[in-house]
T-cell receptor, first 115, second 109 residues
Framework: DAGVIQSPRHEVTEMGQEVTLRCKPI?????LFWYRQTMMRGLELLIY????????DSGMPEDRFSAKMPNASFSTLKIQPSEPRDSAVYFC?????????????FGPGTRLTVL | GENVEQHPSTLSVQEGDSAVIKCTYS??????FPWYKQELGKGPQLIID?????GEKKDQRIAVTLNKTAKHFSLHITETQPEDSAVYFC????????FGTGTSLTVIP
C-alpha cells in the first residue's frame, strides 16, 4: 500500500493567489482528516470527512479555507486568497472508521510558503 | 472544548536511560488517548494508544499509563535508543480530537 499521498510536497506562492492541496487516502479508509502544523500553534485539526461527508469543520480558520471530498479516493483543501500567515505544513490523514478509537495514517505533508 | 497540555517541550536523555512525557486533559468525556511519533520531514505515526477503560498498556519498550480521575496520561520509553529521537505528541479524543503541543526527544549516544 502506498499510504496516504499528498501533492504537491512543497508549494511557494504569492499572497493573494489561490492554493489547492490534494490528498489521496489509503484505499478502503472511510475517514479523512486535514491538519495544519505550525511552530506557534502545533498540530490543528481543520476538518474531517466520514464517507465523503464533512463532519466537523470547526477547525477551519476562516472562509478563505474550503475543503471538498468528491469521492472516496480524493480530497482537496483550497485557500483563496492565500496570506503569509497561512504558511505551514498541511497534513492529510485517513482512518478506517471515525474520530474515535481508530489509528490515523498521515501523509508526508505539503509545506506551503506564502510570500 | 478540550485542552491538552504536554510536558516537557524538550527532553534529552542518555542512550539506555528512560524517558517520560506527561499530558493532561480537561474534557472528562475524552476516552481515547493515542501517542504519535513524528520524525523530521514526515507525518506523525501512531506508536501506542490507550482507551479509558484501561489504566496501563505496554508494547515492548513503550508503555502508557492513564489516570482518568486526575485527567493525565504518560508515555514511558525504556532503554532509549538514538532512533527514538523525534517529536512525540499526545492526543485526547472525546467529541473532538486535540493534539498536545509536542515533546522533542533527543537520545544522546
Amino acid at each position: 500500500d502506498a499510504g496516504v499521498i499528498q501533492s504537491p510536497r512543497h508549494e511557494v506562492t504569492e499572497m493573494g493567489q489561490e492554493v489547492t492541496l490534494r490528498c489521496k487516502p489509503i484505499s478502503g479508509h472511510n475517514s479523512l482528516f486535514w491538519y495544519r502544523q505550525t511552530m506557534m500553534r502545533g498540530l490543528e485539526l481543520l476538518i474531517y470527512f466520514n464517507n465523503n461527508v464533512p463532519i466537523d469543520d470547526s477547525g477551519m480558520p476562516e472562509d478563505r479555507f474550503s475543503a471538498k471530498m468528491p469521492n472516496a479516493s480524493f480530497s482537496t483543501l483550497k485557500i483563496q486568497p492565500s496570506e503569509p500567515r497561512d504558511s505551514a505544513v498541511y497534513f492529510c490523514a485517513s482512518s478506517l472508521g471515525g474520530l474515535l478509537y481508530n489509528e490515523q495514517f498521515f501523509g508526508p505533508g505539503t509545506r506551503l510558503t506564502v510570500l | 472544548g478540550e485542552n491538552v497540555e504536554q510536558h516537557p517541550s524538550t527532553l534529552s536523555v542518555q542512550e539506555g536511560d528512560s524517558a517520560v512525557i506527561k499530558c493532561t486533559y480537561s474534557d472528562s468525556a475524552s476516552n481515547y488517548f493515542p501517542w504519535y511519533k513524528q520524525e523530521l520531514g514526515k507525518g506523525p505515526q501512531l506508536i501506542i494508544d490507550i482507551r479509558s477503560n484501561v489504566g496501563e498498556k505496554k508494547d515492548q519498550r513503550i508503555a502508557v499509563t492513564l489516570n482518568k480521575t486526575a485527567k493525565h496520561f504518560s508515555l514511558h520509553i525504556t532503554e532509549t535508543q538514538p532512533e527514538d529521537s523525534a517529536v512525540y505528541f499526545c492526543a485526547a479524543t472525546g467529541n473532538q480530537f486535540y493534539f498536545g503541543t509536542g515533546t522533542s526527544l533527543t537520545v544522546i549516544p
